[in-house]
């Protein structure tokens, strides 16, 4: 009986070669077809896995055996040309496959590497437009937003930097705030019911709250790098735009104590806001927003203080006064920039307002 083993006489070799050689392609296609991109690594190793056994099918096929087979028999121990030529349509078809696999490992390398050099714009660009939006603010005075003015419709940056800076600047320079004195009312929302909002934000009874201020209050003043109030809140920006948000907090906090007087401090009680929106600390910023308004009504900040206060509502659930937050700086900041009063709209009608 003739085996599949090589080493037979020579008259018995075609079937054995023959043999070898249909196992070997079994072997060959199966690895073919169970190839998938899951991973690059993993493609890699099974391309490799599949070329060197093409390469001994190609070597036996085509030389050693194969040949020493052809020569012994005079031509009739070969294969027959329908036979080599299916082999060859086979090789054929591992070639493509595999040049197929390849390109889907190097389609996988491009995204990823396109993936992280987008990404690494995305922070350059932002990083960017909140370092000259906020030097363009020092020569007319406080910085009144983090918009791009070229792109007035875009969305919030404040959300941006909590979403992973990827909804880029909204916050246009809101217009002159109006010169009526402080009112007395916040829409809906009366001076004593916002007071007491924030005394049970800060879960204190009504007689502490003096004591206990703001969030930032009960925090230790930390010592701030820099001989002028401008070069220490340029500091704590610095932080601000690193997204280094807890020592954002403490040095705009440190500002605030430091400097309330300052021509700054109404940017400072916002961004301080924002350290703790962007964080998801809603109570906090609801607080210190509505503290921003109270304290700087005819600061440029003042209606980005009464947009994000109304979004803060709105996160804790308590959409109406979230909806009369967002009505009196439509009517009390009708000039302030557009985005902001289309925003606000936007905010109203997500709320159901």
Not at 94 to 113: A, D, I, K, P
Not at 159 to 179: I, R, V, Y
Not at 225 to 253: I, V
Request: glycine letters at 10%; proline letters at 5%.
């Amino acid at each position: 009986m003739i085996t599949a083993n090589p080493l037979v006489p020579k008259t018995d070799l075609r079937p054995a070669t023959r043999s070898w050689i249909g196992r070997i392609l079994a072997t060959v296609l199966l690895c073919g077809l169970g190839l998938q991109p899951a991973a690059a690594q993993s493609v890699d190793d099974r391309i490799e896995r599949l070329q060197r056994e093409l390469s001994d099918l190609q070597r036996q096929v085509y030389g050693g055996d194969a040949g020493a087979a052809a020569a012994s028999s005079g031509g009739s121990a070969g294969l027959s040309s329908t036979q080599a030529a299916r082999i060859e349509l086979r090789l054929n078809q591992f070639e493509s496959e595999l040049r197929t696999l390849t390109g889907q490992v190097e389609e996988m390398r491009f995204e990823t590497e396109s993936v992280s050099s987008r990404m690494d714009r995305l922070v350059a660009d932002v990083d960017l437009r909140l370092q000259q939006l906020e030097q363009g603010g020092v020569a007319g005075g406080p910085s009144a937003s983090l918009a791009d003015t070229g792109n007035p419709g875009a969305p919030a940056a404040s959300q941006g930097l909590a979403q992973g800076a990827t909804q880029g600047a909204t916050q246009g320079a809101p217009g002159t705030a109006s010169s009526s004195a402080t009112p007395q009312t916040l829409g809906r929302i009366a001076e004593t019911d916002l007071q007491n909002f924030k005394r049970q934000q800060a879960n204190v009874p009504p007689d502490a709250s003096a004591a206990a201020g703001s969030p930032a209050a009960a925090a230790p003043v930390a010592a701030l790098p820099g001989n002028t109030p401008r070069e220490q809140y340029d500091h704590a920006f610095g932080l601000l735009r690193q997204a280094n948000y807890q020592g954002a907090e403490q040095a705009l906090s440190a500002f605030l104590v430091q400097h309330p007087d300052d021509a700054l401090a109404g940017n400072a009680k916002y961004w301080l806001g924002e350290t703790y929106y962007v964080r998801g600390d809603y109570q906090s910023a609801a607080v210190t927003f509505a503290e921003g308004f109270e304290a700087y009504p005819d600061n440029p900040k003042a209606p980005d203080n009464l947009l994000k206060l109304g979004m803060s509502l709105a996160s804790l659930g308590s959409k109406a006064d979230a909806c009369g937050t967002f009505e009196v700086l439509q009517e009390r900041y009708a000039d302030a920039s557009a985005t902001i009063i289309q925003r606000a709209r936007q905010e109203a009608q997500r709320n159901g307002c």
